[in-house]
């Protein structure tokens, strides 16, 4: 059984710095890519940031220069360091990954129980 733990989240000061950690456990034999995803209430689930296995990255208009994702291999874990925070970060942030549990096995899509994240003054 795959999981992805999520931890990191909490309430910050606009200006303020965030970093998110997610850790692929359990039955992981190999890592596609990795990402963040964030909902705010009453909204649509949206990408934030991601990277792929070879280190390509992508970013939503709204948070480029400001957030910066990474990921460990090693460790199966994918980071997102949140700088120069605004209220209109505020939204439970989600990890996903595209795994493959055994050797056998396709890709599969995983997603973390979600981390809130607010930003306020």
């Known amino acids: 059984q795959v999981q992805l733990v999520e931890s990191g989240g909490g309430l910050v000061q606009p200006g303020g710095s965030l970093r998110l950690s997610c850790e692929a456990s359990?039955?992981?034999?190999?890592?596609?890519?990795m990402g963040w995803y964030r909902q705010a209430p009453g909204q649509q689930r949206e990408l934030v940031a991601g990277?792929?296995?070879?280190?390509?990255?992508n970013y939503a208009d709204s948070v480029k220069g400001r957030f910066t994702i990474s990921r460990d291999n090693a460790k199966n874990t994918v980071y997102l360091q949140m700088n120069s925070l605004k209220p209109d970060d505020t939204a439970v942030y989600y990890c996903?990954?595209?795994?493959?549990?055994?050797?056998?096995?396709?890709?599969?899509?995983?997603w973390g129980q979600g981390t809130q994240v607010t930003v306020s003054s």
């Open positions: 359990g039955s992981v034999w190999s890592i596609g890519a």
């Open positions: 996903n990954a595209q795994i493959r549990p055994y050797y056998y096995s396709g890709l599969e899509n995983y």
């Open positions: 990277r792929n296995w070879g280190g390509n990255t």
